[in-house]
C-alpha cells in the first residue's frame, strides 16, 4: 500500500500562485510516476501533470507554460508550482501515483484550489 499526503491547496486571486506537494509512504516502488490530476464540480477527473522516476514530464495543454511539475527521489515527494492561476484552474487537485509495470493508481484525498477573478 502506497499513502499519500497532499498539502499546499487554498484561495488565489487570478493571476497569483500556488505550490502543491504531495509525499508518498509506504510500499514505494523505485519505478513510478507521480503526478496530479484536477477534478472542477460536475466534471471529469482530468489530466494536469505527471513526471515519473526518471525526470520525464508530460503536461496538459491548458497548463503549458504555467504549470511545472518537479519531485524529489529521495523524499517520494512530488510538487506542482503553479503561476499566472486563472479562474479556470480552480477544482479539487488529486496526487496520485503509479506503479510501474502494472499501471496501478494509487490516489490522495485532494486539495481544494480556488483562483478568484
Known amino acids: 500500500q502506497v499513502q499519500l499526503m497532499e498539502s499546499g491547496g487554498g484561495l488565489v486571486q487570478a493571476g497569483g500562485s500556488l505550490r502543491l506537494s504531495c509525499a508518498a509512504s509506504?510500499?514505494?516502488?523505485?519505478?513510478?510516476?507521480m503526478g496530479w490530476y484536477r477534478q472542477a464540480p460536475g466534471k471529469q477527473r482530468d489530466l494536469v501533470a505527471l513526471?515519473?522516476?526518471?525526470?520525464?514530464?508530460n503536461y496538459a495543454d491548458s497548463v503549458k507554460g504555467r504549470f511545472t511539475i518537479s519531485r524529489d527521489n529521495a523524499k517520494n515527494t512530488v510538487y506542482l508550482q503553479m503561476n499566472s492561476l486563472k479562474p479556470e484552474d480552480t477544482a479539487v487537485y488529486y496526487c496520485?501515483?503509479?506503479?510501474?509495470?502494472?499501471?496501478?493508481?494509487?490516489w490522495g484525498q485532494g486539495t481544494q484550489v480556488t483562483v478568484s477573478s
Open positions: 509506504g510500499s514505494i516502488f523505485r519505478l513510478n510516476t
Open positions: 513526471i515519473n522516476s526518471g525526470g520525464s514530464t
Open positions: 496520485t501515483y503509479i506503479v510501474a509495470i502494472t499501471n496501478y493508481n494509487y
